[in-house]
């Protein structure tokens, strides 16, 4: 997973062309324990970077999923909404949230490699 790119949020983002698919990390659901409820962005909606894009809800507490890239929202993970359960057993492949056509690329340079986010995680305790 090295082309991944990872945000303080506990997102992950990766590129195909244009379009970034966007989920959040193994550290986010290690964190919120058993995954019981997940709220998506609408298709079609143009969400800003570091913007609300979602909600995920566990057995320990709510959060909020924040978009580390603006863009406009092509396609949901409809697959997740039906069992969040997934999103537990597989964070940063199968269970992404939605994908984006994203607007400005350089936005990407704000995001951290696996490398700097693992020391990140790491080093915050969060």
Do not use: C
């Amino acid at each position: 997973m090295s082309d991944v790119k990872f945000s303080k949020e506990h997102e992950w983002l990766k590129m195909d062309g244009d379009i970034a698919t966007i989920g959040i990390t193994k550290h986010a659901t290690e964190m919120l324990g058993d995954i019981v409820f997940v709220e998506l962005p609408d298709l079609g909606s143009n969400v800003k970077k570091d913007g609300n894009a979602g909600v995920v809800e566990s057995t320990k507490a709510a959060s909020d999923v924040y978009t580390p890239v603006s863009g406009e929202v092509v396609e949901n993970n409809q697959a997740i909404v039906d069992d969040p359960g997934k999103i537990n057993n597989d964070p940063e492949n199968e269970a992404w949230f939605f994908k984006l056509r994203i607007k400005d690329k350089s936005e990407l340079e704000t995001l951290m490699n696996k490398e700097e986010y693992d020391k990140f995680a790491k080093e915050s305790g969060n």
